[in-house]
């Protein structure tokens, strides 16, 4: 197996206004997430979430600790959120196993113990995504379905942002020390997600977009307020949301995302909301 990684450095808003596209795409977008039997992720400098994928095919593969952890485990003083994009698959959390399905997930609270990501049948691989953050304490494993989760219908076909919310790794379902993890499910002819925009200063945010077809994109907005950018996406990336930015997006297609956010605090309403009509 291997496992690939890259650190991710914090930027000012003033100095990103600056950014051309190939610097807006190398520190925010992070393309690859899924490649056969390797570990990919990202170590964001943004409250110190790391931002990966997992897809075994042949190989059981290992979530190792990384260098800038310094520590034994992966979880040593971390908690994480896992979702299965892929086929049928199983991760182990020391003597624990859980098996994952489509768009099922797993929160995995902090402790010493080895972590593994399996595929149930190689011909249809799991696909893991998973966002982990820093973790004061220990909170009990536990998957989440779409049943079990707080969902929030939203917006309209006629404003083309008709969508499902599913708050599935969140306070409201279980106990977590930082991160707060859904999925937002856009019905078909519906493009925008989270419009009208907002950005939360106590919460930084990823955002990974799947369930559009290869020969669509995506459009995703970032930025301040007054001074907004965009990153043209393909479906199974990731994008790294800074605490002062924006997040929204539209696509030349209806589409699925997952969201995760860590910081200050767990209040999923904790959102400053900007006019449409202030955009700039």
């Not at 993890?181 to 907002?198: F, I, Q």
């Not at 990731?238 to 696509?251: C, D, F, G, R």
């Amino acid at each position: 197996m291997i496992t690939n990684y890259e650190i991710r450095y914090a930027a000012h808003p003033e100095d990103a206004r600056n950014y051309d596209t190939k610097r807006i795409r190398r520190d925010f977008l992070i393309e690859k997430i899924f490649s056969p039997d390797e570990v990919n992720m990202v170590y964001s400098m943004y409250d110190r979430m790391v931002v990966g994928g997992a897809m075994p095919v042949k190989e059981t593969l290992l979530l190792e600790a990384i260098d800038p952890l310094k520590a034994p485990y992966f979880l040593t003083r971390r908690e994480m959120g896992i979702y299965n994009v892929g086929g049928p698959g199983r991760v182990k959390a020391g003597d624990a196993v859980f098996e994952l399905d489509y768009k099922e997930a797993l929160y995995l609270g902090s402790g010493d113990r080895q972590v593994t990501f399996e595929s149930a049948d190689s011909e249809h691989p799991a696909k893991f995504y998973f966002n982990s953050l820093t973790a004061h304490r220990n909170y009990p494993d536990r998957k989440v379905t779409k049943q079990n989760a707080v969902v929030a219908e939203m917006g309209s076909l006629e404003e083309s942002n008709h969508r499902n919310i599913n708050k599935m790794l969140v306070n409201q379902v279980l106990p977590t020390c930082q991160l707060q993890m859904g999925m937002t499910e856009l019905a078909p002819g519906s493009v925008w997600n989270t419009m009208p925009a907002h950005v939360h200063s106590r919460r930084m945010e990823a955002y990974f977009y799947f369930e559009i077809p290869q020969d669509q994109a995506i459009c995703h907005f970032m930025g301040e307020v007054d001074e907004t950018r965009h990153i043209w996406m393909k479906g199974e990336q990731a994008v790294l949301s800074p605490e002062w930015s924006i997040h929204s997006a539209a696509a030349t297609h209806n589409y699925t995302f997952i969201w995760g956010m860590g910081g200050e605090n767990l209040d999923y309403g904790d959102q400053d909301f900007a006019l449409i009509e202030d955009l700039k």
